[in-house]
C-alpha cells in the first residue's frame, strides 16, 4: 500500500519560516488531489493548503497569504512552505492524498501521512 512520508517540521520563533514536504510512495501521484491538514490539542483537524491533480490551488482564510503549497509531479512530493509563522500556527500537519475530483471540505478522506509537528514560539 502506498505510503506518505512528511519531514520538516520543527521549532520556530514567531514570523519565521518553513517548509514541510511530503513524499508518495506509490505510482500515479500525478493523478491525486494532495493536502495539507494540521490538528492542534483540543481542536478538529482543518485543512491549511490544497492543490488539486491540474495545480490549481485552495487555501482557507487563514492560511491564505502565508502559506504556500506546491507539488514536483517527478518526485512524487508535495511541499508547502509557511512564511510569518505565529504561535496559532503550532499543530501536527498531516499529508493527504485523495482523489482528483475531491471535496476539501471533507476531512477524513484519503490517505494520511503519520504527521510532522510544527512548534512556533512566541
Known amino acids: 500500500q502506498a505510503q506518505l512520508v512528511e519531514s520538516g517540521g520543527g521549532v520556530v520563533q514567531a514570523g519565521g519560516s518553513l517548509r514541510l514536504s511530503c513524499t508518495y510512495s506509490?505510482?500515479?501521484?500525478?493523478?491525486?488531489?494532495m493536502g495539507w491538514f494540521r490538528q492542534a490539542p483540543g481542536k478538529e483537524r482543518e485543512l491549511v493548503a490544497g492543490i488539486n491533480s491540474d495545480g490549481t490551488t485552495v487555501y482557507p482564510n487563514v492560511a491564505r497569504g502565508r502559506f504556500s503549497i506546491s507539488r514536483d509531479n517527478d518526485r512524487n512530493t508535495v511541499y508547502l512552505q509557511m512564511n510569518n509563522l505565529k504561535p496559532e500556527d503550532t499543530a501536527v500537519y498531516y499529508c493527504?492524498?485523495?482523489?482528483?475530483?475531491?471535496?476539501?471540505?471533507?476531512?477524513?478522506?484519503?490517505?494520511w501521512g503519520q504527521g510532522t509537528q510544527v512548534t512556533v514560539s512566541s
Open positions: 506509490g505510482r500515479t501521484f500525478n493523478s491525486y488531489a
Open positions: 493527504n492524498a485523495r482523489g482528483a475530483a475531491t471535496n476539501w471540505s471533507l476531512k477524513n478522506i484519503g490517505t
